[in-house]
């Protein structure tokens, strides 16, 4: 079965860190975009960070410069998201996403189409 599974979410106060994984099976992420979205309560779903399958190059929205980090491993066939100095704000539910159409570093949801995670829980707060 082709899908892809996050894991690593969960309850942490304001400052700490989480790291979010999103593991690939039934097919190869090597070829694929990997992007990470999140979507907190009555918010629309956002793009916060992607990596490319080419050149590895990476975005991030400002929200969360300086304070998450995007690696890919594809031994492993697993993304990764770091995030540190979390803050309430960062309180949702994220999701990883894979696409192999070239997108030139976009990171929006609506260009993510071949696989969505089922999303993760993440909540900080004291």
């Known amino acids: 079965q082709e899908q892809l599974v996050e894991s690593g979410g969960g309850l942490v106060q304001p400052g700490g860190s989480l790291r979010l994984s999103c593991a690939a099976s039934?097919?190869?992420?090597?070829?694929?975009?990997i992007g990470w979205f999140r979507q907190a309560p009555g918010k629309e779903r956002e793009g916060i960070s992607c990596?490319?399958?080419?050149?590895?190059?990476?975005y991030y929205a400002d929200s969360v410069k300086g304070r998450f980090t995007i690696t890919r491993d594809n031994a492993k066939n697993t993304a990764y998201l770091q995030m540190n100095s979390l803050r309430p704000e960062d309180t949702a539910v994220y999701y990883c996403?894979?696409?192999?159409?070239?997108?030139?570093?976009?990171?929006?949801?609506?260009?993510?189409?071949?696989?969505w995670g089922q999303g993760t829980q993440v909540t900080v707060s004291s």
């Open positions: 039934g097919f190869t992420l090597d070829y694929y975009n």
């Open positions: 996403a894979a696409e192999t159409r070239e997108l030139a570093r976009v990171c929006v949801p609506a260009a993510y189409k071949d696989y």
């Open positions: 990596i490319s399958n080419t050149d590895h190059s990476t």
